[in-house]
C-alpha cells in the first residue's frame, strides 16, 4: 500500500533550515560495507538506519542518489551494516571522507558471503539487498537481515552535526 496525501501550496523552511532540525534528534552511526566484483570493498557512513519488520527481519537505510556508490550498493546482492561503538568514532570519520582510502589500517573479517564486518562494532547485519525505493533526493534500501550478532558496547551517536557518546 502506497499513499500521498494532500501537500502543503509552500514550505515556510528551507534546506538548512530542515537540515539543523534533523540534526536534533540523536541517532546511532552505522558503516554500510560491501565487496566488489573485483575483490575490493567499499563502505560508506550512514545514520539513517531502522528496523523494519521482525518476520521477516528487515531493516532499512537510505544513501543520496547522487553517491559514487549508488550504483554499486544498487547492484550487488549484499552488504553488512556495521552499527558502531561509542570507541569508533574515527571510523565514522573515515568512511564518511571522500579521496582517502578508509580500508588502510581498517581491522575486518569476512562475512559467510565474503562481505566485510567491521572489528569492534556493536553489532552488525548481513543484509540481503532486498529492494529500494527511490524518495526525493535519497534511495531507501531494505535490506533481509540473513545473520547478525552484537558485542553490547556503549554506541556511537550523532547529534547537531558531532560524533559523541551517550552519558
Not at 560495507?33 to 519488520?53: E, H, I, Q, Y
Not at 580500508?103 to 562481505?115: A, I, K, V
Not at 567491521?118 to 532486498?130: M, P
Request: hydrophobic share 35%; net charge negative.
Amino acid at each position: 500500500m502506497h499513499t500521498r496525501s494532500p501537500r502543503a501550496d509552500q514550505r515556510p523552511f528551507d534546506t538548512s533550515h530542515f537540515r539543523q532540525a534533523l540534526g536534533q534528534f540523536a541517532t546511532g552511526v552505522t558503516v554500510i560495507t560491501t565487496r566488489l566484483a573485483d575483490g575490493s570493498f567499499r563502505g560508506l557512513t550512514a545514520s539513517s538506519f531502522n528496523s523494519v519488520s521482525l518476520d521477516p527481519p528487515l531493516v532499512l537505510w537510505s544513501l543520496a542518489t547522487t553517491a559514487n556508490s549508488m550504483p554499486i550498493f544498487t547492484g550487488n546482492s549484499h552488504y553488512v551494516i556495521n552499527v558502531l561503538s561509542a570507541s569508533q568514532a574515527h571510523l565514522a570519520k573515515q568512511f564518511a571522507t571522500r579521496g582517502i582510502d578508509p580500508w588502510q589500517n581498517t581491522e575486518y573479517e569476512l562475512s559467510r558471503t565474503g562481505q566485510p564486518i567491521l572489528k569492534g562494532a556493536s553489532a552488525w547485519f548481513e543484509c540481503h539487498n532486498r529492494s529500494r525505493y527511490p524518495e526525493g533526493d535519497h534511495v531507501i534500501f531494505v535490506g533481509e537481515v540473513e545473520l547478525c550478532e552484537f558485542s553490547p558496547s556503549p554506541p556511537l551517536i550523532f547529534h547537531g552535526g558531532q560524533f559523541g557518546e551517550l552519558g
